[in-house]
C-alpha cells in the first residue's frame, strides 16, 4: 500500500487511492476516497473525513476482497509530483479499507455491543 496518492478529479474532488497502474492516458486506482471537507456552522471549524468511492456493500462480496479499480483518464485530473500524504490521513483510508499502513497490521474489528432490550408491554403470565 505505499503507492496512495491525491489527486483532483474534473468537478473538484481530491481523491485519495492506491495507483495500480498508470497507463499513457489513465490513471488505475484501487479503492478511491473522496475527501470531504465540512465546517461547523458554530464555531466555524473545519473536519475533515474520508468517504469510498463507492461503499463496499455495493460490490459484490468476491469482488470486496480484491478491491476496486476505477481508471481516471489524465486529461481530467490533476495531480502532484511531489505530494507526500499526512500520517492521519494514511491511517483513515487504512481504516476505511481495513488495509495495514506500513508494517503495521489491520485493527481487529470490535464486535457490536448488544443492544439493550427495553420491555414496552409487561408480559402478563
Same mark, same amino acid.
Given at each position: 500500500? $505505499?503507492?496512495?496518492?491525491?489527486?483532483?478529479?474534473?468537478?473538484?474532488?481530491? +481523491?485519495?487511492?492506491? +495507483?495500480?497502474?498508470?497507463?499513457?492516458?489513465?490513471?488505475?486506482?484501487?479503492? &478511491?476516497?473522496?475527501?470531504?471537507?465540512?465546517?461547523?456552522?458554530?464555531?466555524?471549524?473545519? $473536519?475533515?473525513?474520508?468517504?469510498?468511492?463507492?461503499?463496499?456493500? %455495493?460490490?459484490? &462480496?468476491?469482488?470486496?476482497?480484491?478491491?476496486?479499480?476505477?481508471?481516471?483518464?489524465?486529461?481530467?485530473?490533476?495531480?502532484?509530483?511531489?505530494?507526500?500524504?499526512?500520517?492521519?490521513?494514511?491511517?483513515?483510508?487504512?481504516?476505511? %479499507?481495513?488495509? &495495514?499502513?506500513?508494517?503495521? $497490521?489491520?485493527?481487529?474489528?470490535?464486535?457490536?455491543?448488544?443492544?439493550?432490550?427495553?420491555?414496552? %408491554?409487561?408480559?402478563?403470565?
Amino acid at each position: 500500500m $505505499s503507492n496512495i496518492t491525491a489527486f483532483v478529479d474534473n468537478v473538484g474532488r481530491v +481523491i485519495v487511492g492506491e +495507483i495500480v497502474e498508470t497507463t499513457d492516458d489513465q490513471i488505475k486506482v484501487k479503492e &478511491p476516497a473522496v475527501v470531504n471537507v465540512q465546517v461547523d456552522q458554530q464555531n466555524g471549524q473545519i $473536519s475533515v473525513q474520508l468517504l469510498p468511492f463507492i461503499f463496499r456493500e %455495493f460490490v459484490k &462480496p468476491e469482488c470486496r476482497e480484491s478491491g476496486v479499480v476505477w481508471s481516471f483518464y489524465k486529461t481530467n485530473v490533476v495531480s502532484s509530483d511531489n505530494l507526500e500524504l499526512d500520517d492521519a490521513i494514511m491511517k483513515q483510508y487504512s481504516n476505511i %479499507f481495513d488495509k &495495514p499502513v506500513g508494517n503495521a $497490521s489491520p485493527a481487529p474489528k470490535k464486535e457490536a455491543p448488544e443492544p439493550e432490550v427495553v420491555k414496552l %408491554f409487561d408480559d402478563e403470565d
